[in-house]
């Protein structure tokens, strides 16, 4: 008896040991993504956070502790708060139809159609473009006389629209241009999920004389629900970080800059044009926090969601 518990007991710190060697191997693997992770984001995020108290600049070495007075100012900054709007209008007018068309686009390319595999990917293809690209291509239909758009409102009769540089339109120009753009991957993530519903579903309630719409509404909505709220939420931090594209068409296109610039571009305009490093970063932590704040709220609302489900 003493004998096989000895044995026991050496097998067992045996298997520990193991257990030991293998869970130092699993940091060992880790360890050098963790060293870039906090070199390269952790130490830059904290850096930030302390500039945003100080009097900082790019063109100089002296910097002076300044407390929270670039967080008063910033409250005061009427551009601060015009490009706070324009990015939160973005989102307003961009993330509904990027969620509704992804899914009409992903029902359509569900079904048993011929050419199938073409239709999913001229839906995908503009999505691997760069955003130099896109704004570029935006710019130029845009365009008034030679541009593609323009010339087809001449065609009908019609007179030309000054897409970029008019104010009242110049945002609903790069949100055309956006979904354009952006449109494959949330169309992607909704094809995924229809993938997982079972046909047997929808069999069922064909015999049960469920027409299409009404499996779309019954069967099809209720079990994408999880998708579409992880659409949702990708959708809208992705459009509250709007930059390239708008920066793009702003700079080389002629995009009216008053009625579309984006928080992210003022941040960038005053730590890299006008040196502001210490303002900058404060803007940005202001920033971060709003968006936090959206995402907790989106959290909170998907928790709920699941708890009654």
Known sequence: MAARAETAGVAQSKKEGSRGRTDLAGYLFVAPFLLAYAAFLIFPVLLGLRMSFFNASLVG????????????????DSDFWGSLW???????????PLVILALVFALLANRAIPARWFFRLSFFAPWVLPSSVVALIWVWLYQPG???INS?????GLPEVAWLP???VAMFSVVIATVW????FNFILYLAGLQEIPQDVYDAAATDGAGPFA?????TIPLLTRTTLLVLTL????SLNVFDQIYIMNTSGGLNYTATRPIIQYIYEQGFTSYRVGFASAMSYVFFMLVLVVGLAQFAVSSRRRRDA
């Open 61 to 76: 070495t002296d910097s002076q502790f300044l407390g929270l007075a670039n967080y008063r100012e910033l409250l005061g």
């Open 86 to 96: 324009h990015t939160v209008l973005f989102t307003l007018l961009s993330t509904p």
């Open 146 to 148: 030679f541009g593609l």
């Open 152 to 156: 087809y409102l001449v065609m009908l």
């Open 166 to 168: 008019d104010e009242s």
């Open 181 to 184: 753009w952006t449109l494959g």
């Open 215 to 219: 499996q779309v509404r019954w069967i």
């Open 235 to 238: 959708q809208i931090f992705a």
